[in-house]
């Protein structure tokens, strides 16, 4: 146990020492504080311009508001999701690569600490710098939507919560392959593996909206693709961002997609994706064990 | 007296298709004693030795460090180990890298309080405060040695100890082997400074190829009016059959092209 901690420990400190992290860190904070104060900046110089309606309808200030907070959120789960990846790999390419590339590995190993007591320290220290660095984005994303009023923030914590489980799982592959090739090829791999489960989720979620037909060996294979490809999670704010914009422009014209000509809530949903069950999330779990068996056996194998 | 270490027909190939790296070595070291392994390049001192620190799976053969198996944390507590070209995590200072290290070995604050400013004075490191990255060799050198006698351990393998030191250096080097000889502590030294090796140690082992070529006591491996460097180039040569003893680059002896 102490081994453990200590290993957690200094890799914590080193990781927040190395300026990789430092520079994705400032740039994501800098980049939703640009999103954030644009959007407000905009409102302010063009709010009385805005309008949802027919030419010449005055709009509700706080109307105009909730549609930029809406369009806030929106901006920022994309950025969230990508600066989550970006410290992913960051993390996943140094937090063990780098004692075993360096020879650093050869002192560490010849103290009484076990391979287990390594690992475990290593992937803790990794898990707190993600949730850290991913919490602080979150929670600065958070104070900014109260510029526009706030009341999205339960959105908005669920789906950092996803975007930090799905980073956790790419970091974990990234540092399980890191130890076994070069944490460049490792990242090429990790990136792969990512594009190509995003686009197994994508057409998942196509088939299941009803996009794809109703070819039924089509929507065996990608059932069967769907639950063998570890798969992203979804949290439910996209359907909750849809839903809010609807309830929006229904109140706030009538004749627009709200009004009677529009469509109904049912079918504003239908094309967007549904929250992961609690199926994905045990599945998820599955595949966090799994990969960080594999860092294990990695790190025991590894002769250094 | 038991053994600290024993190690008994080691072997060991890093592809199959290889040659062996070490190939049947087989020796004992007591407490107390400074035990020299000494070999040209490339004839399988470290592979030994970290496989003695549990840093290598052998083939074949087995080794036993203090009654257990090298992976045993518990036998590796008693060990001390200086590699050769030591690193440490970059970004941290040597005292938290001697904080880190003594954390694994298990002291408790009030032993690191106490073990970690005296260890970083006698490496020379008391008052560095940048972090490994910027440092020399021969600082990482002073590094490696400081965090492998940090744990008061029963045996301490140095690998190259001196490569990269200072004269000054390689005496306060010579000087912690005596001492800790004399309270008991076994030394197992990897080195090509055969003067250095020769002040020392009691006994040697000459490797090359992975073989041993020669073992016993310095009396017993360098006969009354010969040196240790005479014994070795003569055993390494014999070793090697064919070896050219002139291979210059035709360049460098040319003396009509300019």
């Keep these: 146990m102490k081994g453990t901690l200590a290993v957690a420990r200094y890799t914590l400190i080193e990781l927040t020492r190395r300026r990789i992290l430092l520079v994705f860190?400032?740039?994501g904070f800098l980049g939703i504080a640009a999103i954030g104060i644009g959007l407000r900046v905009f409102s302010s110089a063009f709010s009385t311009g805005v309008t949802f309606g027919p030419p010449g309808t005055v709009q509700d200030p706080a109307q105009v508001n909730r549609f930029l907070e809406l369009m806030f959120i929106q901006n920022l789960i994309g950025a969230l999701g990508f600066f989550a990846l970006l410290i992913a790999f960051a993390i996943g390419m140094t937090a063990i690569y780098h004692d075993l590339d360096s020879g650093a590995a050869v002192a560490i190993f010849s103290k009484p600490v076990s391979r287990l007591a390594f690992t475990t320290g290593k992937v803790a220290a990794a898990v707190v710098a993600m949730i850290a660095i991913v919490g602080v984005l979150s929670i600065e994303a958070t104070l900014f939507g109260f510029l526009f009023g706030g009341g999205l923030e339960?959105?908005?914590t669920v789906e950092t919560v996803a975007q930090l489980a799905n980073a956790l799982t790419l970091m974990l592959l990234v540092l399980a392959l890191s130890t076994w090739m070069n944490n460049i090829v490792a990242a090429v791999v990790a990136f792969i593996y990512n594009a190509v489960s995003g686009v197994v989720v994508l057409l998942h979620n196509e088939m299941a909206a009803g996009f794809l037909g109703d070819n039924g060996v089509l929507k065996v294979g990608l059932n069967v693709l769907y639950w063998l490809v570890p798969h992203q999670l979804i949290s439910d704010a996209q359907r909750q961002l849809a839903r809010a914009e609807f309830d929006l422009f229904s109140s706030g014209n009538q004749g627009g997609p709200g009004g009677s000509s529009g469509p109904t809530l049912d079918q504003a949903l239908a094309g967007v994706p549904g929250p992961s069950g609690a199926a994905d999330i045990i599945w998820w779990g599955f595949v966090i064990a799994i990969f960080a068996s594999l860092v294990y056996i990695a790190v025991r194998r590894r002769q250094v | 007296m038991a053994a600290v270490v024993s190690v008994e027909a080691l072997r060991k190939r890093y592809r199959r298709r290889d040659p062996y790296a070490v190939d049947g070595v087989t020796f004992e070291l007591q407490p107390g004693q400074a035990f020299g392994l000494l070999g040209p390049n490339g004839s399988g001192k470290t592979s030994v030795v970290k496989m003695i620190a549990g840093l290598l799976r052998p083939d074949e053969g087995k080794i036993s460090l203090f009654g257990s198996e090298p992976g045993n944390p518990a036998a590796r507590a008693q060990l001390g180990f200086s590699p050769e070209d030591p690193d440490f995590p970059k970004f941290l200072r040597a005292?938290?890298?001697l904080d880190y290290f003594a954390s694994l070995l298990g002291l408790n604050?009030?032993?690191?309080?106490?073990r970690i400013p005296e260890t970083l004075a006698f490496a020379g490191l008391d008052k560095e405060k940048r972090q490994v990255r910027q440092y020399s060799k021969?600082?990482?050198?002073r590094l490696g040695i400081a965090q492998a006698i940090l744990g008061r351990p029963k045996l301490l393998i140095l690998d190259e100890p001196t490569a990269d030191l200072d004269p000054l250096g390689r005496r306060d080097v010579?000087?912690?082997?005596?001492?800790l000889k004399r309270s008991g502590v076994a030394i197992l030294l990897n080195s090509h400074l055969l003067s250095e090796v020769e002040l020392v140690c009691?006994?040697?082992a000459i490797l090359a190829k992975g073989r041993v070529l020669k073992e016993g006591t310095m009396a017993e491996v360098v006969p009354e009016g010969r040196t240790l460097e005479e014994v070795f180039v003569e055993l390494v040569e014999a070793s090697t059959p064919a070896a050219p003893r002139d291979h210059l680059p035709s360049f460098i002896k040319d003396k009509d092209n300019p």
Excluded at chain 2, 109 to 114: F, G, L, S, V
Excluded at chain 2, 174 to 179: H, K, V, W
């Design chain 2, 138 to 141: 021969g600082m990482k050198q």
């Design chain 2, 109 to 114: 604050a009030e032993e690191r309080k106490r």
């Design chain 1, 154 to 156: 339960q959105t908005l």
């Design chain 1, 25 to 27: 860190f400032i740039i």
């Design chain 2, 174 to 179: 010579r000087a912690l082997i005596e001492s």
């Design chain 2, 95 to 97: 005292s938290e890298v």
């Design chain 2, 202 to 204: 009691d006994t040697v």
